[in-house]
């Protein structure tokens, strides 16, 4: 291994769910060659998961190495307008990694809020585009950024470069229905949704090219805004998925992981940057799931639900690590792992300790990058969240779930789907990882210590060990009711 400071990029696809990438579903429909040889050239993770099921607090917890629900946001995602998740002052990743030393830059899609400026200074006043965010990527570490504020189908329609919108919008644009779906909205005259993708990419390129001239390491991140809604795949990969226009769209984001990583290789880059994939939850009904069984291809693979759900196919994702200083090709890694266990293992490279109000739920991956065998698992458990704030907890084999149904969008889901059933959910994974066999009833004392172990998770403040810390807003959330009784 080198001794020189890795170079870190991270690639963020959006609703990309687990079945869609062919090196980890080869019985899918849908062929990712771009992928498929990052995976030959590192490590591929089969048992990787988001912190949530939907986009925003995932985000939240893949920057600050913190679980989403410690942030104010309890449930849901943020729009366009709202304001900032990740608390002032907090450590993430980009701060970490800038106090050692690292350029830092992300190009994309932020959705994790920031503080636009209002005319007369009146929140209820309309957003004055021409003067600077607050708040926002480059107060929360980042040196530079490109992007947009949220979701791609979310408004306002604007590019943002560091704390500034690149053109004021000067109409609004009507929603659009189907895949291909949008909200109304402000829109600015240099922004057309289906060239946001390809501009993003071009831009994360040249960032690559200047930051390859000098001796400086870096960090890039950069989280795409598909294949989410809106899906629209560029002419050159429609009706080559054989299956629908969300399988196509996969397509391209497959192939935008093919030009950063030959950028990568162009440049001499290659050995020593640590490059990363993975998505920010399951796929979304909004591809079209009917459409896609019908074609053989399953997103969530053999997985139970689809994003926002609690169930596996709500937060299993793809992960795959290419470092070839380090990690040797054509691995895979079936041990648990979750994208809030960024920041530890950044730390854990540069042989650097995290201070007790950081990182409080990230375990370092890097002894399964080297390979190194372990006697136990690198994470005594993990915890997920669904869009309604549910919360569950695996633990080796048993996942426990705090909620009667999907706790997302799946059936059953929550409310009058789920009346009548257990409050409860227990699966062994290892023998029913399609999670259908409840087994609440027959093993009490699994579910007393699993309970036990997530409330003090909660009432700690961190999963991890180290001096107690607090959650934002207190934790005697609604979804917490198994604390009130």
């Known amino acids: ?47 990787a998961h988001a912190s949530s099921a939907v986009c925003t607090p995932s985000r939240y917890s893949l920057l600050t190495g913190r679980y989403n629900w410690r942030s104010w946001l309890k449930e849901g995602v943020t729009f366009g307008y709202d304001r900032p998740v990740i608390e002032a002052g907090r450590m993430t990743v980009a701060s970490f990694l800038k106090s050692h030393g690292y350029a830092t830059a992300c190009f994309g899609k932020w959705h994790l ?15 004055d585009f021409s003067q600077a965010i607050t708040d926002g990527p480059t107060a929360r570490g980042f040196d530079s950024f490109f992007g947009i504020s949220a979701s791609l189908d979310m408004p306002p329609y604007v590019y943002v470069e560091n704390d500034r919108a690149t053109a004021i919008p000067d109409r609004d644009t009507p929603g659009c229905s189907g895949k291909a779906f949008w909200r109304e ?27 390859a001239a000098g001796a400086q390491p870096f960090f890039l991140y950069f ?35 093919g030009e950063i ?24 009904p909004m591809a079209d799931l009917q459409e896609l069984a019908a074609a053989g291809h ?21 992960l795959i690590v290419r470092w070839p200083d380090t990690i040797a090709p054509g691995q895979r890694c079936d041990d648990t792992v ?8 950044c730390a854990d490279i540069l042989g650097e300790k995290l201070p007790a109000d950081a990182g409080e739920d990230s375990v370092s991956n890097l002894p399964l990058w080297r390979g190194q065998p372990l006697d136990r698992s690198l994470r005594e458990a993990t915890v997920h969240h669904s869009i309604d704030g549910s919360f569950s907890i695996r633990k080796g084999r048993w996942k426990l779930e705090m909620c009667p149904g999907s ?57 991890t060990p180290g001096e107690a810390q607090g959650n934002y807003g207190g934790c005697s959330w609604r979804q917490l009711w198994w604390l009130q009784q």
């Open 261 to 284: 990583a030959d950028s990568i290789d162009r440049l001499g880059l290659r050995d020593n940057t640590v490059l990363i994939f993975a998505s920010d939850n399951g796929c979304a």
């Open 407 to 463: 706790g997302g969008w799946s059936s059953p889901r929550p409310g009058k789907e789920c009346e009548g059933l257990p409050p409860m959910q227990l699966y062994d994974l290892q023998d029913d990882v399609g999670e259908r066999r409840n087994r609440l009833a027959e093993y009490p004392e699994v579910v007393a210590d699993l309970q036990d172990l997530l409330t003090q998770y909660v009432v700690n403040g961190r999963s």
């Open 338 to 345: 979750c994208l809030v266990d960024l920041l530890a293992t």
């Open 113 to 127: 809020g920031w503080s636009w400026q209002r005319e007369n200074g009146s929140a209820d006043s309309p957003v």
């Open 1 to 47: 291994m080198s001794s020189k400071r890795p170079n870190v990029v991270f690639i963020l696809a959006d609703d990309m769910g687990y079945g869609d990438v062919s090196c980890l579903n080869p019985a899918g429909k849908i062929r990712t060659p771009c992928l498929d040889r990052l995976a030959g050239a590192g490590m591929a993770f089969s048992d």
């Open 185 to 211: 909205g402000p829109i600015a005259p240099d922004f057309e949704h289906a060239e946001v993708l390809p501009t993003l990419c071009r831009r994360a390129v040249q960032w690559l090219e200047k930051q």
């Open 223 to 257: 989280p795409l805004p598909a294949p989410h809604t809106p899906i629209l795949p560029a002419e050159l990969f429609r009706g080559c998925s054989g299956t629908n226009a969300y399988g196509d769209f996969c397509l391209q984001v497959d192939a935008v992981v």
């Open 298 to 318: 399953f997103p969530s693979y053999h997985f139970r639900g689809h994003k926002a759900d609690i169930y596996e196919g709500g937060h299993r994702v793809p």
